[in-house]
Structure formats: C-alpha cells, structure tokens
C-alpha cells in the first residue's frame, strides 16, 4: 500500500484531539467517519469541527463551498464494527489509559480490513504496547497530534517495535498531504520527543512548590515577558491533573524522580485543577490571572528553562530516538509557541552557560535528570 490508496480515515473518540484531527482530513478531501460511544459525544465533535470552519470562514481562510465540500465527507458512527470495516487509516484518540487503548485496538483489528494502518494519538504510551494488543503491529503507528489539531503542524510519527518502513511511510507522507509537518520518532520511547524534552521543566517546577519559593506567581513574573504564558500560568491552562498524569506516567516508565511531589498532588487531591475548575496555582474566576511582573524572582532565568530541554534532547540523540538534532529543533519549535528548537537556542546562547545552569539544578536538587549529559558537556552540535 502507498499513501494514494488511503482514501477513507476513521477516527476513534470524537473529543478535543478526535474532532480536530477529523477537521483536518476533511480540509484536505478525505472521508472521514468520526465514532464515539455515544451520539452526544460525537455531536459535541461535530459542533466543535463547525466551529473551527466558522471560525476560518470569519477570518477568510475558508469560502462557502470548501465549508461544504468539507462538511459533505464527514460520516459519523456509533458503531465500531461500522466505523472501521471500510477505512484504510484509523486514528485512535479515546482517553490516555493503556488498557482502554489496547481493548479498542485488539476490537479494531477483528473489524479493519487487513491492509489498514491502526495509528494512535497518543501523548506518552508505548506504541510497541498498544500494538501487542493485535495481529498486526507492523501496522500500528503512533500518530501524535498537538492541539488544537487545526492550527498547529507538527505530528510525530512513531514507531513500534514491530512497525514496518511501510506503515511509518504511510503516515509520514499522509501528514504532508493534510499540510502537516510530520517528524519521525525512530524509537518508541516515553513522551516520545516534545513531551519528553518538556518533561524535565514539569520536575523543576514540581520541586519548587515543594521547596515553598518562589511562589508560582514570583517564578512565573520572571518570564512572562518572554512566552505568551509562563510556566505555571500553562500548567493551569491545560489542567493540573494532566500534567500529573504525564509525570506519573514518567515515573512508572522512565525514572522515581519524575514523581509529582506532595505539595503538587494537594492541587489535584482538593480538586483545583486549573482554568477548568476556576482555581488551580491562580484564580480564574475573573478570566485570566495577572501576574505583577516586579514580583519576579532572581533565583531563576530563562536560561534554567532552555538549560534543561536542551539537556533531555541531548538524551534522545543518544537514545537513538531522534538521529538529527535538526529534526528535533524542528519538532519542538512547531509542537509549541516557541520560534527556535532547543538546539538552535544552545547554539546562540553558548554551551557552557547551560551546562552551568544545570550544574546549579543539580546541586540544589540532587536530581539525575538535571545533570548534563555527556552530549551537552562537549557542546558540539550544530543545527
Ligand atoms: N488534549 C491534548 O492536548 C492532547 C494533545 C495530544 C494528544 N492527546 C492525546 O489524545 C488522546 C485523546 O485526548 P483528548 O484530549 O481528545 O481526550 P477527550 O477526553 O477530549 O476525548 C476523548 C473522547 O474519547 C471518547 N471515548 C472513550 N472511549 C472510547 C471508545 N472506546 N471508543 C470511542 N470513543 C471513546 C470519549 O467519549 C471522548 O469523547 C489521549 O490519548 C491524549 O493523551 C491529547
């Protein structure tokens, strides 16, 4: 099979990630049958796809008729056995829990026919472990969107253990033509490469609240200036319990020293979540919080941020994740808002400062993950 022979897409779970990747094939003409457990979900699905192409409407990035030739390839689908018999591409996008994900893929193998490629959306979990769960691991990519899927281009493109060139190509070259920027992951590891390269910043700042100081808002003030939302602002934004999830998921896959610590689980344990519950590290009861910028602290830089991402990509060129620091810079930069990948930023700002800024994490913390790697330490690369 080649990509030219994909022409129908389903996708599983019709929530945040599901409606916006659907969005996205039905741009660029594919049929797409959108499946949820229940009708309801599927129509909050259907109403946010709407949304988005009102949205492109108001702002001239859509006419009428793209609306409607979009609108006219959608199907949508209760029924699972119905939802996968025809398609040739299946994007899982249901709740981040393995075994709720091996259950639906080991259900997608019985019903997709057998050339079908089965790709997850997943964030964090093991490509090569969801795909034990068929008889076809050779065809299951992971296939990992960032949200909101419409707007943002990166999709990394993961494989298995098992997963042939064949089906990495597939997914590689059906992301180009959905005018994506796909990155492939050569290795399944944890967090695969943007989730992994941020992960280390989640310990710092989980290691901070146990400390006491700064607070959030002094240790955000330093950098509000320089990121459309600092730290722990975008922490809230996404959702407390989120984040945790992630660093649980770390602790239990790569190392005990991605633990959320106490001070940070007291957030999720008495339910303030975030944005979404109207409190989390700020009050959001009134819209946004303000952060008073002459409160910001000494203690830390903008260099301590860059410091550690740059350390965790030095991980995956040695890992054999990622082979080419270029295709990590590119991943990171267009996986979130920052215009420069981290290898791009060591370049200008200089190895030894960073290595510096890791040594001073390290003595304060005593944490491995933020002691700077060989890599790091010769400071060579070049992008
Ligand atoms: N939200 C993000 O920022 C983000 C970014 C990248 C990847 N992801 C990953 O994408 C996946 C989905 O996340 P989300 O934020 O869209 O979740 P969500 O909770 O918004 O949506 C999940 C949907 O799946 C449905 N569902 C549950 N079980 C199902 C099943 N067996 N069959 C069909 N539908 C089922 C739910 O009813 C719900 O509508 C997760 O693995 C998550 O880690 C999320």
């Known amino acids: 099979m080649n990509v030219d022979d994909v022409k129908r897409i389903a996708i599983i779970g019709a929530g ?16 797409v049958t959108l499946r949820d457990i229940e009708q309801k979900f599927i129509d909050r699905g259907v109403a946010g796809i709407r949304s988005s192409f009102e949205r492109f409407i108001s702002k001239g990035k859509m006419t009428q008729e793209e609306y409607n030739a979009a609108f ?20 899982e996008a ?9 259950n639906l893929f080991s259900e997608l193998d019985k019903y997709a026919p057998g050339h079908a490629i089965l790709a997850t959306n997943t964030s964090n979990i093991s490509i090569t472990e969801i795909a034990s769960a068929t008889q076809r691991p050779d065809k299951v990519i992971g296939y990992h969107f960032f949200n909101p899927a419409v707007l943002m281009k990166l999709v990394e493109v993961i494989k298995g253990q098992k997963t042939s060139d064949e089906s990495i190509k597939i997914g590689y070259d059906l992301a180009k033509k959905i005018k994506k920027l796909p990155v492939i992951v050569k290795k399944d590891s944890p967090g695969f490469i943007y989730n992994r390269v941020n992960e280390s910043t989640s310990v710092l700042l989980s290691k901070i609240l146990e400390e006491g100081h700064p607070t959030p808002e002094e240790f955000d003030a330093a950098f509000k200036s320089l990121m459309a939302m600092a730290p722990f602002e975008l922490i809230d934004y996404v959702g407390i319990d989120i984040l945790v999830h992630g660093m649980m998921y ?27 519950t109207g409190k989390g590290f700020y009050d959001w009861s009134h819209g946004r919080p303000v952060i008073d910028t002459s409160k910001a602290t000494k203690e830390y830089d903008i260099n301590h941020l860059i410091a550690l991402q740059v350390n965790e990509a030095t991980k995956l060129l040695a890992e054999n994740v990622c082979d080419d620091p270029k295709e990590i810079d590119i991943a990171m930069a267009n996986g979130g808002g920052s215009p420069f990948g981290p290898f791009a930023l ?35 690369i070049k992008v």
């Open 94 to 102: 249901i709740p981040e829990d393995l075994k709720l994900k091996q």
């Open 16 to 31: 945040d990630m599901g409606h916006g990747i659907a969005a996205c094939f039905l741009q660029s003409g594919f049929t």
């Open 250 to 276: 770390f602790a239990q896959a790569v190392s005990k020293e991605y633990m959320p610590s106490e001070e940070l689980l007291t957030y999720v344990k008495s339910g303030n979540l975030g944005k979404k």
């Open 346 to 380: 060591a370049q200008s700002i200089g190895y030894p400062v960073l290595v510096n800024k890791l040594e001073e994490l390290y003595n304060k913390f005593k944490l491995e993950i933020f002691k700077p790697t060989a890599i790091m330490k010769e400071g060579n």
């Open 72 to 91: 006219s390839g959608l199907i949508t689908e209760v029924d699972l056995n119905k939802a996968a018999k025809d398609a040739d591409f299946i994007i």
